[in-house]
């Protein structure tokens, strides 16, 4: 008489690259071996980070507004390189918004 493993364990891809498995002694009289499962835990997660989010219901628009206002007046509206001239007017928006509208990044629930 002879002893076999016929047991199967099924999981996820992610799951299996964290799980051993052990055949171990059987057990007294019976003719099955038991098998020992373990699955690693503490393995670093890949969570993606969260990027802040403005919050436009906190937002001081009156700062947003003289402050935007204050550095359109230096850009130049009559160059012929329209990406320069773009690129101006987004980075005066984004410096504008940093210093009038908080950010912030909610948990995962």
């Known amino acids: 008489m002879t002893t076999s493993t016929q047991d199967l364990a099924f999981a996820t891809e992610d799951i299996a690259l964290k799980t051993t498995g052990q055949v171990m002694d059987q057990l007294g009289g019976s003719d099955h071996k038991p098998v020992l499962?373990?699955?690693?835990?503490?393995?670093?997660?890949?969570?993606?980070?969260?990027?802040?989010?403005?919050?436009?219901?906190?937002?001081?628009?009156?700062?947003?507004?003289?402050?935007?206002?204050?550095?359109?007046v230096s850009i130049n509206a009559r160059s012929k390189n329209t990406n320069r001239g773009t690129k101006a007017i987004t980075e005066a928006i984004i410096k504008s918004a940093k210093k009038a509208i908080p950010r912030g990044a909610r948990k995962k629930l």
């Open 37 to 72: 499962l373990r699955v690693e835990m503490n393995t670093a997660r890949n969570a993606t980070p969260t990027l802040p989010r403005w919050n436009y219901k906190k937002a001081n628009w009156d700062i947003f507004t003289a402050l935007a206002d204050e550095l359109a």
